[in-house]
């Protein structure tokens, strides 16, 4: 069993930056892939980055490559997503997800966290 916290969302000026974090319970987290994904009001989920379980590969989204990096601290058993030069159009929730191997599907993935909220303003 993998448990999921996100934290770090927030209101934040277009151009400016947040790092969100997600925190896992379990011995396994250092074991899976872990993914961020985002879902804007009325609009489907989307996957936004990803990570594989040794840290070596990444995949992003090409709407935030180059903006956005996600990295993890498999001591912390924790996850990160840096996000620089905001967009409003990032606004959305943010979720981190779990699953033993990396790919871009949200219904891939195995284990969710509540999402945190991400607004930014213009």
């Known amino acids: 069993q993998v448990q999921l916290a996100e934290s770090g969302g927030g209101l934040v000026q277009a151009g400016g930056s947040l790092r969100l974090s997600c925190a896992a319970s379990?011995?396994?987290?250092?074991?899976?892939?872990m993914g961020w994904f985002r879902q804007a009001l009325g609009k489907e989920r989307e996957f936004v980055a990803g990570?594989?379980?040794?840290?070596?590969?990444?995949y992003y989204a090409d709407s935030v490559k180059g903006r956005f990096t996600i990295s993890r601290d498999s001591a912390k058993n924790t996850v990160y997503l840096q996000m620089n030069s905001l967009k409003p159009e990032d606004t959305a929730v943010y979720y981190c997800?779990?699953?033993?191997?990396?790919?871009?599907?949200?219904?891939?993935?195995?284990?969710w966290g509540r999402g945190t909220q991400v607004t930014v303003s213009s």
């Open positions: 990570i594989s379980w040794s840290g070596t590969s990444t």
């Open positions: 379990g011995r396994a987290f250092g074991t899976r892939a």
């Open positions: 997800a779990a699953r033993w191997v990396l790919t871009t599907t949200a219904g891939d993935y195995d284990y």
